[in-house]
């Protein structure tokens, strides 16, 4: 079965439990092998949170209950201490509190983290600790109610320059003010009060009061560009850059990505705006241990594309493929069925930068739903209702970022920190090298040079002997994949005048 141009494939939305008029009519058998079902499953899922979740997020008050393994007489001492400090803490009134909704710039470092997105059995992700600094500083009251997109979702160890988040937040000025100069001025301090008691490695550099409350930084946002770091090693540059230049099209990407057909992503056409192999430092010293990045713009990407991209440039660096082997890829006619290759490591991937629409294309009653952002990965497939056009159609809808100097020299100060630590290790492993290829070159004089700089972007085993792309066993087609979740009652077929 394919998916023709009057079929369309979508997600089988099935109820994750029955309704209450269906329990009611259940046995007390019935109801007693559900219970113990559930019991069951819950005991699956606290042992799966206690080995993911941190030492940390083990103390923390809101898993200390979820553990229980606490004492009675801990118990009731923490009991106690939670008692007197609610006492204390006078609870917020969101009933008179006047929100603003804004873009947030965020940066990180992703190396600790185990992505961006919130998981259900990891509390270790960029977005939990941002929402834990957003509700400790009183500045959303939830989630749920903040009318909250992000642009993109960072995978495990993947790192952001400029990830960009829309939200409504709690603001000092009535909605008919926000926009006066004064009222911004003397707004609250957004960065200044989340930087404070977010992490050293995640940060928020900067915040836009938005024109328009339905403005979303998911669906107007018209490109992202990414950066992937490495060194030169034994790579051919020239030739990574003439297979960039082959990306550039719009075309099926099926090829160059994890496909996620699960989740209902059934179309792999990208828009891949530019590509290119820059050098990180114009004053290089020739060696194979200066630093490069392959950067790619795009409307939107799928999952895992830049990685598999970056994993076939590195084959073509090395000599091992030819450029022209990007053309037979992305020729689904000829290769409908993917070679089985590991996608490049994560760690040095970077979102650097988001580009907006000045107005947005979301209908003017489109619902606000804050967990919008967690059905599905950003793939840029998802349909967007028509557009209507907001009041003073002629005015943009972005403003200007706001900065805080203060901030600014904070935040730099931080990365400094960050960037001492890591250039004393480089610097101490590059001065292990030197003697180690000293010695190398004074016992035993070899013809050529270890380069082997770029082997940990590959994560895969060497093989003995290397193997063509285009002669390796292949994965299941995309049509055979939708075949297999329909039967599976996962998605569902439906001609395009139903949807419609």
């Not at 940066?107 to 992505?115: H, K, P, R």
């Not at 990306?247 to 792999?268: I, P, Q, S, W």
């Amino acid at each position: 079965m394919s998916a023709t141009n009057d079929k369309k494939v979508v997600i089988n939305k099935r109820l994750k439990g029955l309704p209450r008029e269906a329990l009611e009519k259940l046995s007390q058998t019935e109801l007693i092998d559900k219970v113990v079902q559930l019991e069951a499953y819950n005991f699956q899922l606290r042992n799966l949170l206690q080995k993911k979740l941190t030492e940390q997020d083990k103390n923390d008050e809101e898993y200390a209950v979820l553990f229980g393994k606490e004492t009675e007489d801990t118990a009731s001492k923490d009991a106690q201490k939670l008692s007197s400090k609610a006492q204390k803490q006078r609870k917020f009134d969101w009933s008179s509190a006047h929100r603003r909704h804004v873009l947030l710039k965020i940066t990180y470092f992703g190396w600790d983290y185990q992505g961006f997105a919130c998981q259900e059995d990891s509390n270790d992700t960029i977005e939990s600790n941002l929402f834990r600094a957003l509700t400790r500083t009183c500045l959303i009251e939830s989630r749920a109610t903040s009318n909250y997109h992000r642009c993109g979702r960072t995978d495990k160890e993947v790192s952001a320059f400029c990830q960009v988040i829309s939200i409504d937040l709690r603001s000092k000025h009535p909605p008919e003010n926000q926009l006066d100069p004064t009222a911004l001025s003397s707004e609250i301090d957004y960065c200044g009060l989340l930087n404070r008691v977010l992490p050293k490695n995640i940060q928020c550099v900067a915040w836009m009061p938005l024109r328009s409350p339905i403005y979303s930084a998911r669906f107007d946002c018209v490109s992202r560009s990414y950066r992937y770091y490495f060194p030169k090693g034994d790579l051919d540059i020239s030739a990574m850059q003439e297979a960039c230049n082959l990306l550039v099209r719009h075309a099926d990407f099926r090829n160059f990505c994890k496909m996620d057909v699960h989740n209902g992503v059934t179309n792999y056409m990208r828009n891949l705006q530019s590509a290119r192999v820059q050098a990180c430092d114009e004053n290089q010293s020739k060696t194979g241990y200066d630093m490069y990045y392959l950067e790619i713009q795009a409307n939107a990407f799928l999952w895992h594309q830049i990685r598999c991209i970056m994993a076939v440039l590195l084959l073509v660096g090395q000599r091992k493929e030819k450029p022209s082997v990007i053309s037979d890829l992305l020729d689904v006619e000829s290769n409908p069925c993917k070679p089985q290759y590991t996608p490049a490591v994560g760690l040095p991937l970077n979102l650097f930068r988001c580009d907006f629409r000045d107005k947005t294309t979301r209908s003017i009653n489109h619902p606000s739903d804050g967990n919008a952002d967690e059905e599905a990965m950003d793939t840029g497939t998802e349909e967007i209702e028509p557009s209507v056009a907001p009041p003073s159609a002629e005015q943009s809808d972005l403003t200007n970022w706001i900065y805080n100097e203060e901030n600014l020299q904070k935040l730099i100060e931080n990365t400094q920190c960050e960037w001492t630590q890591f250039s004393v290790k480089s610097t101490m492993i590059r001065n292990v090298l030197q003697q180690l290829e000293s010695i190398l070159e004074d016992n035993f004089k070899p013809k050529e040079k270890v380069q082997a700089q770029v082997i940990l972007l590959q994560d895969s085993v060497k093989p003995r002997q290397y193997q063509p792309l285009l002669e390796r066993k292949r994965c299941e087609s995309l049509e055979n994949r939708i075949e297999h979740f329909v039967k599976k009652q996962r998605l569902i077929v439906k001609d395009e005048t139903e949807t419609a």
